[in-house]
């Protein structure tokens, strides 16, 4: 048996989620794609897949399986450009995803430089405030905003978010800025629609850092910061939305941040990869070409928000 030849066929089944469209993609008979990965299966004498009428699905083994076959045949083919005198710049496809906002305003600028930058690097960008799986969903690098679950991931620190209570100036100054966080609960509040009510805020305490849980009746619930930022601006009422969600109406003195020194302590971003065994070229050159970029475009945004609408202590 060709291994190498039977793991381009089985990451090519996995990549389209069917024999069939694999079959298609690489131009060879459907029998033959279906026995070679049987073959493979026979010689690891585990199961790689589960077959169903409507989709296939990794078993356990076949996760990890697949990763270390998609990375060996990375290297591969890297080694025999590189060998043949073709190698010469990264290449391939590269699929990326980041939160919708954050990677419209942050990650995207950065990946225009990059694919002008690598004319044979072909990129996807997945825009998604799901946390999509990494292997199943076959991505290569993930931004994430928020405490990382335990896993054998990578991941980059290129910066922090602080989530930020605002409203417009006119609205503030109608009703009056809440003092503490309990001021709430008589102003109309903006919250995201999470499907129960009453709303709840979480706050920590300036002094003893203790987190609290302030309950409030929102009088609009929204699906997306966008809708919240805009009914704010509006003057509708009070919303919480991440600092960089709020920076350019910030920016532009149409919304105003209170109850700084209530903030909860800001949540990391992270650049994520798999990380096993050495990284494919065009991997390692998004990293060191995109992760400084979003870091300072990140940083710009921060400072707008403390700058203009308050300096949290801790957002750093």
Not at 37 to 58: F, G, M, P
Not at 137 to 158: E, K, N, W
Request: glycine fraction near 6%; proline fraction near 6%; charged fraction near 20%.
């Amino acid at each position: 048996m060709d291994r190498l030849a039977a793991m381009a066929v089985l990451a090519a089944v996995v990549e389209t989620g069917s024999f069939s469209a694999a079959s298609r993609k690489l131009g060879a008979p459907l029998p033959t794609v279906s026995r070679k990965v049987a073959d493979l299966e026979a010689h690891l004498n585990t199961r790689l897949l589960i077959r169903s009428t409507r989709k296939l699905t990794l078993t356990e083994a076949g996760v990890s399986y697949v990763a270390a076959c998609k990375r060996i045949l990375e290297e591969v083919g890297e080694a025999e450009r590189a060998a043949s005198g073709e190698f010469s710049a990264p290449r391939g496809d590269l699929v990326v995803t980041a939160p919708i906002v954050f990677g419209r305003l942050h990650v995207l600028p950065a990946v225009n430089e990059f694919i002008a930058q690598y004319p044979e690097i072909n990129v996807r960008l997945l825009l998604s405030d799901r946390n999509v799986h990494l292997i199943d969903d076959h991505i290569d690098l993930a931004v994430r905003i928020g405490p990382l679950a335990d896993s054998s991931f990578v991941a980059m620190r290129v910066g922090a978010v602080r989530r930020v209570v605002c409203a417009s100036p006119d609205y503030l100054a109608g009703v009056g800025s809440p003092k503490v966080p309990k001021d709430l609960s008589s102003l109309a509040c903006i919250a995201f629609d999470s499907g129960a009510s009453p709303a709840t805020w979480t706050f920590t305490h300036p002094d003893s850092r203790a987190t609290y849980v302030v309950p409030l009746q929102a009088r609009l619930a929204v699906n997306t910061a966008e809708a919240a930022i805009d009914a704010a601006v509006a003057g509708v009422g009070v919303t919480r939305v991440f600092s960089y969600q709020a920076a350019q109406a910030v920016a532009a003195k149409r919304l105003k941040v209170v109850l700084v020194k209530y903030e909860p302590d800001p949540l990391p971003i992270h650049v994520l990869h798999i990380g096993q065994g050495s990284l494919p070229l065009k991997t390692r050159a998004f990293i060191e070409f995109a992760a400084p970029r979003i870091r300072d475009s990140a940083a710009k945004a921060a400072a707008i928000v403390s700058r203009k609408g308050g300096l949290s202590p801790r957002s750093e």
